[in-house]
């Protein structure tokens, strides 16, 4: 058993192959017995009640059973409020972070295994880019599910009187949220966390078969590897800072009574602006460049928090791409505080920019130097802009 055969959470579950992370031991890859709560399940569907004057209470009985983790039930619904991370129908684990993390590990093995040999006899190279593709959405649903850490409560459907009154909801700690944000940090939004070699991406040549119903001119021919990786990274990020975990984080103030290590939304915008900007925030001695995926990240950022301040939902304002309109609509329903914050952290970006310009733009190379001057100049544009109504 490695760690991945733990219990998992939830909801009815479509259990992929078992695959340990890179160095540790590898159980069976697929179930090779029913568990506890598969039992459960046919007890409850299949049991024979004594009678139908009874048959209610009968069932009702069986139910009442659910309190104990291995019987832990969630409806797809579940999944899709973003609300309790051990709601999950793909993960292999009593621990989705973990779990997640080493599913991130597995992903960059993969990557880094993949050669002109893993494409079968008779088989092109757009099989390849296929596969690496598939990594790619893999690599996605784990962000999602670590991402679903902050801000998040685990939720449990529990009969007050059957659980003598134990509550439906559970904030995520705040040790776990700062681990699943330095997760993120480390596995998406590091300039060194997404990498792919030359070599490989060099192979992804994509299926040219011309066919009534097939248009072969609507993508690229060669592979658009900056955007894959950048749609990661952005989607990550507006994942954390969608409107509605930000307004649960703003609310965590009032479901946890007593708890003097919280984590707010100040840690929350802190961290990830500090992760995301260390080279303007905390940057080097000598006067290194930005790197293009850098500078797409913090631009999606920036458009990120630009929303939050001027609240430009639904205008198009600026918007020309996919990644714009993202940014721009989902902060929708973000707290006040949000705002706020989003305000305060462009000011500290903007004295950033000004004094690294200051003591290196001389130094700079012209693609950085053109980069932050243009950041400055919209930076000062949203800051002095009115708020959308007003």
Same mark, same amino acid.
């Given at each position: ?9 939830? !909801?009815?579950?479509? #259990? ?22 598969? @039992? ?5 569907? +299949?049991?024979?009640?004594?009678? @139908? ?59 880094? @295994? ?34 679903? +850490? ?37 596995? !998406? ?36 590897? +900056? ?65 293009? #995926? ?97």
């Amino acid at each position: 058993m490695t760690q991945a055969q733990g219990m998992a959470s939830s !909801v009815m579950d479509y #259990l992929p192959p078992n695959l340990a992370p890179p160095d540790q031991p590898q159980g069976d890859y697929f179930p090779t017995q029913i568990g506890p709560y598969d @039992r459960w399940a046919i007890e409850y569907g +299949y049991r024979p009640v004594t009678s @139908r004057a009874t048959a209610q209470r009968e069932v009702q009985a069986i139910a009442n059973r659910s309190g104990p983790p291995e019987l832990a039930y969630a409806p797809d619904e579940d999944i899709y409020a973003m609300l309790d991370p051990k709601a999950s129908a793909w993960d292999m684990s009593a621990d989705p972070l973990g779990y997640a993390e080493g599913q991130m590990a597995i992903a960059k093995a993969i990557w880094d @295994r993949l050669d002109w040999f893993s494409v079968n006899p008779g088989e092109g190279y757009s099989q390849l880019r296929q596969r690496v593709n598939l990594v790619f959405f893999h690599y996605d649903t784990q962000a999602d599910i670590i991402a679903n +850490y902050v801000g998040g409560q685990y939720f449990t459907r529990t009969d007050p009187w059957n659980s003598r009154g134990q509550p439906a909801f559970e904030p995520v700690s705040a040790s776990d949220q700062r681990r699943a944000l330095a997760v993120l940090n480390q596995q !998406v939004f590091a300039p060194d966390a997404l990498a792919l070699s030359p070599e490989l991406v060099n192979r992804l040549a994509p299926n040219r078969w011309l066919h009534w119903g097939q248009n072969p001119f609507t993508d690229r021919i060669d592979y658009p590897i +900056y955007d894959r990786i950048l749609f990661t990274q952005a989607f990550a990020l507006t994942n954390l800072l969608d409107g509605y975990r930000l307004l649960r984080l703003r609310d965590s103030e009032f479901n946890q009574r007593g708890t003097a290590d919280r984590f707010t939304l100040a840690e929350l915008f802190d961290t990830v602006g500090q992760s995301i900007w260390a080279e303007v925030l905390t940057p080097p001695a000598e006067a290194t460049p930005i790197s293009g #995926l850098r500078q797409g990240l913090q631009r999606h950022h920036l458009n990120t928090l630009t929303s939050l301040v001027l609240r430009n939902h639904g205008s198009g304002d600026g918007v020309t791409d996919l990644l714009g309109f993202v940014a721009q609509e989902f902060t929708f329903g973000a707290p006040e505080e949000a705002r706020v914050l989003a305000r305060y952290q462009l000011r500290q970006i903007q004295g950033a920019i000004a004094r690294r310009l200051s003591r290196q733009g001389r130094r700079l190379d012209t693609a950085t130097l053109a980069y932050l001057d243009d950041v400055g100049d919209r930076l000062a544009k949203v800051l002095d802009a009115p708020l959308r109504g007003q």
